[in-house]
């Protein structure tokens, strides 16, 4: 039996968990997730000092709460994992420094966690799912599509050039006047409006290279809401189906040749699946034609449930257990300093743009 004691801070969540392994289904024993949110949404976005300040102040009480939660004291745990990246900085110093404090004074293993590869692998701890498989990560800070082929192993297919998708919806709902964050009050507007009365683009449509690319359906959003303000409540839902419709219709057209890429470059899977995580995977419209396009390709989409899509603890926990069953928990991690960048294939060539804001993953 293995048991980790996960720690994030990569952005505006400030979350610890402890998750047990004994070979068979692993069990999350704590979960605890305290969101920022309310601190940022004046500012319409987060605030990297107010974040950094927020996770100092919260980080021992959330450990503390999720030890508890799980009847585990430090002494019983095996290892402490806390996300060393990508992320914002101050959040990222405050987790990893706090995890190596824990690690040396209980002479626990220390397990520094690429917060992608959390959500990358907890498609294994919520479904158990066999190497090899497709993710495709939609989040604030990420859009993209990798090739998850074991512990440590990853390649990346496709990435945004510029905006991710999640930043589309947030920057489309600000221009609208829509409450921070904008994802689920976009789509709720769009469940009312007319996704015909707007013809938005798809952008990078018919492009061979897989990449997606949102900064210019942000920008027609913004022209065609200028040509016609002041926005009547039905402007503003109509806005928001057209957008959301661009959005589908671009996922489907864009992850499509992935999947189709996926089914070529590894045949003979029993059950090929595509995972898909990041807050964004919370769109029902995403969702439904993510299904659609997977039964297309004869692949079957899974999906963690929400809380677990989303960033939280439990996932840097699962990727700690993985690690320390691989043998790749990182002899060094102690002498290891977070890093705002870091990319899962790090020997892939750079894409321009991919994750500049950095921020959330
Ligand atoms: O994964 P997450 O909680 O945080 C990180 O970005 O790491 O994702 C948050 C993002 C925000 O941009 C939010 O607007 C978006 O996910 N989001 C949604 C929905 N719910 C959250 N986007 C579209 N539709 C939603 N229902
Ligand atoms: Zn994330």
């Known amino acids: 039996m293995i048991r980790v004691l996960g720690i994030e801070t990569s952005c505006d969540e400030t979350a610890a968990s402890v998750v047990a392994f004994d070979g068979g289904?692993?069990?999350?024993?704590?979960?605890?997730?305290?969101?920022?949110?309310e601190e940022h949404a004046a500012f319409g976005g987060v605030v990297p000092e107010i974040a950094a300040r927020a996770h100092v102040e919260a980080l021992d009480g959330v450990i503390a709460a999720a030890l508890e939660e799980s009847g585990t004291s430090l002494g019983?745990?095996?290892?402490v994992a806390a996300t060393a990246g990508p992320g914002l900085i101050g959040g990222l110093i405050v987790g990893l420094m706090t995890a190596k404090a824990l690690a040396a004074a209980g002479g626990k293993e220390l397990i520094a966690v690429n917060h992608l590869e959390g959500h990358a692998l907890t498609a294994r701890l919520t479904?158990?799912?066999?190497?090899?498989?497709?993710?495709?990560?939609?989040?604030?800070?990420?859009t993209q599509i990798l090739l998850v082929r074991g512990v440590g192993d990853y390649e990346r297919w496709a990435s945004t050039i510029d905006d991710a998708l999640g930043e589309a919806f947030d920057k489309t709902a600000k221009l609208l006047g829509l409450p921070y964050p904008g994802g689920p009050n976009v789509e709720r507007q769009a469940a009312?409006?007319?996704?015909?009365?707007f013809d938005f683009p798809r952008p990078l449509k018919g492009e061979a290279r897989p990449d997606f690319s949102f900064s210019g359906l942000k920008t027609a959003?913004?022209?065609?809401?200028?040509?016609?303000?002041?926005?009547?409540?039905?402007?503003?839902?109509?806005?928001?189906?057209?957008?959301?419709?661009a959005i589908t219709e671009t996922l489907e057209e864009r992850v499509?040749?992935?999947?189709?890429?996926?089914?070529?470059?590894?045949?003979?899977?029993?059950?090929?699946?595509?995972?898909v995580a990041g807050g964004v995977a919370a769109n029902k419209a995403i969702r439904a034609t993510l299904e659609s396009l997977c039964h297309g390709h004869g692949m079957r989409l899974v999906a963690p449930p929400l809380e677990l899509c989303t960033d939280n603890a439990a996932m840097?926990?699962?990727?700690?257990?993985?690690?320390?069953?691989?043998?790749?928990?990182?002899?060094?991690a102690?002498?290891?300093?977070?890093?705002?960048?870091?990319?899962?294939?790090?020997?892939?060539?750079?894409?321009?743009g991919s994750g500049k804001r950095g921020a959330k993953a």
């Open 192 to 197: 009312k409006g007319n996704a015909a009365r």
């Open 127 to 142: 479904d158990g799912l066999a190497f090899p498989y497709l993710l495709l990560l939609v989040s604030g800070g990420h």
């Open 316 to 332: 840097i926990a699962w990727a700690g257990i993985e690690r320390l069953r691989a043998g790749l928990a990182g002899a060094d």
């Open 25 to 37: 289904r692993p069990e999350i024993l704590s979960n605890v997730v305290l969101s920022q949110i």
């Open 221 to 245: 959003v913004r022209q065609a809401a200028t040509a016609i303000a002041p926005l009547s409540e039905e402007d503003v839902a109509d806005i928001c189906a057209s957008f959301q419709r």
């Open 334 to 352: 102690m002498e290891m300093a977070p890093r705002s960048r870091w990319p899962l294939d790090s020997g892939a060539t750079p894409i321009i």
């Open 76 to 79: 019983e745990v095996d290892g």
């Open 256 to 275: 499509g040749r992935s999947l189709a890429r996926f089914r070529e470059t590894c045949p003979g899977l029993a059950a090929p699946a595509l995972v």
